[in-house]
């Protein structure tokens, strides 16, 4: 079945340091693939999003995310975290007109 | 624009009562999506509509739900009779062209206790 694991429940970044939260996807076929973000009391919003071509998907507020299809992966980066980044954010790959999410990572900013 | 638009934003209420959670999508969407979301469980979708037509309702708890999207502005998800295990975030969300192709816009939500 059609999966996404993120690893990580919590992460904290001093603000001004570089972010990578990972996401590990289980899928037969080409995968399309999403980031959302979800600010404490609000809906999810989608960061950006890969169907094919450049393995390299550039998002809003900064984030980018890489594709990488050996290692099934699709790691979301930031290089320098403000502290209006600190939310909850989630991976998530479609299957059947469907998203399938995985359990979300914490991001907590320091200053 | 307006957004996707969920009511009540909070609701308190007691077992075995029943509870009717609403949902006005962006016009011209034709894809609507409910979700809920919980600690243990995470995002889990519950059903989504096509032109205001049912396509998948596989992730439904059980019998005591339902939802109906009797025009395409207007979406209800009812839980009759409700228990303690259903508290959690209903999200309600539309899509353009579908999850398959393009975004998803999520309403606030709707958080329900169940006491």
């Known amino acids: 079945a059609q999966s996404v694991t993120q690893p990580d429940i919590h992460i904290t970044v001093s603000e001004g340091a570089s972010l990578e939260l990972r996401c590990n996807y289980s899928?037969?076929?080409?995968?399309?693939l999403f980031w959302y973000v979800q600010s404490p009391g609000q809906g999810l919003q989608l960061l950006l999003k890969?169907?094919?071509?450049?393995?390299l998907v550039q998002g809003i507020k900064g984030f980018e995310a890489e594709f990488k299809r050996s290692q099934s992966s699709f790691n979301l980066r930031k290089p320098s975290v403000h502290w209006s980044d600190a939310a909850e954010y989630f991976c998530a790959v479609e299957y059947g007109n469907k998203l399938v999410f995985g359990a979300g990572t914490i991001l907590r900013v320091k200053s | 624009d307006a957004g996707v638009i969920q009511s009540p934003r909070h609701e308190v209420t007691e077992m075995g009562q029943e509870v009717t959670l609403r949902c006005k999508p962006i016009s011209g969407h034709d894809y609507l999506f409910w979700y809920r979301q919980t600690m243990m469980r995470g995002l889990e979708l519950l059903i989504y509509?096509?032109?205001?037509?049912?396509?998948?309702d596989s992730g439904m708890p059980e019998d005591r739900f339902s939802a109906k999207m009797p025009n395409a502005s207007f979406s209800t998800l009812k839980i009759q009779p409700s228990e303690p295990r259903d508290s959690a975030v209903y999200f309600c969300?539309?899509?353009?062209?579908?999850?398959?192709?393009?975004?998803?816009?999520f309403g606030e939500g709707s958080r329900l206790t169940v006491l």
């Open positions: 890969y169907f094919s071509g450049d393995t």
């Open positions: 969300a539309s899509s353009l062209m579908g999850a398959s192709t393009g975004e998803l816009f």
């Open positions: 509509f096509n032109n205001n037509v049912p396509i998948d």
């Open positions: 899928y037969g076929a080409t995968p399309y």
